[in-house]
């Protein structure tokens, strides 16, 4: 399709869709099941650029840097100091017990311009014991490339509480030495954005899909016109879009608002080794299979008896180990899994045996190893 033909009817596209999300809970109903294109895709190059600078932070109540553990602490407010015309002899070492040295990161989002503000997140790097009540002092932030984007500075909030005895007892709340500051930077430099340039934009899915993408293509091709998008490969969708910055805005939000049906997701059993979690997808299947789980338990009591002979016999009294050792097999009964079995129906099964989390994991493992299992098992 002509660029300029999808240019004029970009109006008519805009109106139709408003339309469709201004309509009642009957186009709701209908709905259900269809996700936003913005919730399953990104639009490429509109992402966080991160940030990072070391500064230091004072003011606090005696919960600071040890200087004699943390030198580059003394080091860096004889710097600081320096630069504000304040001279501190070189053998002088003062003891900082109200000031910290920290680094400071932040997330830049996009489009961010001069004079906004961001949060940051400022984190102890030597020994002190909290940065409650503690104020960061001005601090440039540095993106990857070494420029400045940012400035940081104001009072932290910590959320994290200690406090210390003399005889060395301690009691920590969470993590006092990490704190944050809601808008403590300001914006100082803009990140160059390719949103707008080209005569397209690519969509890409946060989730990596054949099916999603081609039913992303195919809807933005029915909300807006033939031709118009088209899927490059399992992740990324490219879109013809206006070259006019002013258009390509109000494109992209409606772009953003088109619903689809996402691709159903693979099978997949999910088992965390450390936690004991099992998930398992909606569409694992077991295929006929019969199984049968049961424990031993071997259980082993020592004791001691006392052998003691008769009055006036020979003999010593003695003690002699005594083991008992008792095994118990519970029988648990057989259940059977008919070909095409459900979640549900798995998740049935192995509730009428009392299977614990580990034992589901064991039952999962032998049905892989049957050819049962219909589903990738994973262990994170």
Known sequence: MPFQRMTRSLPIALFSLAAVLLLGPASAVQAQGLERVKDLASIGGVRNNQLVGYGLVVGLDGTGDRTTQAPFTVQSLKNMLGRLGVTVPPDVSPQLRNVAAVMIHADLPPFAKPGQTIDITVSSIGNAGSLRGGSLLMTPLKGADGQTY??????????????????????????PSVGRIPNGATVEREVTSAFAQGDSVTLNLHRSDFTTANRVSDAINDALGGGTARPLDGSSVRVRAPTDPGQRVAFVSVLENIRVEPGDAPAKVIVNSRTGTVVIGSNVTVTAAAVSHGSLTVTITEALDVSQPAPLAPGETVVTPRTDIEVVEEANPMFLFGPGVTLDEIVRAVNRVGAAPGDLVAILEALREAGALRAQLIVI
């Open 150 to 175: 940012a400035m940081a500075q104001g009072n932290l909030v910590v959320g994290g509480l200690g406090a210390e005895g003399r005889d060395g007892s301690r009691i920590t709340v969470n993590v």
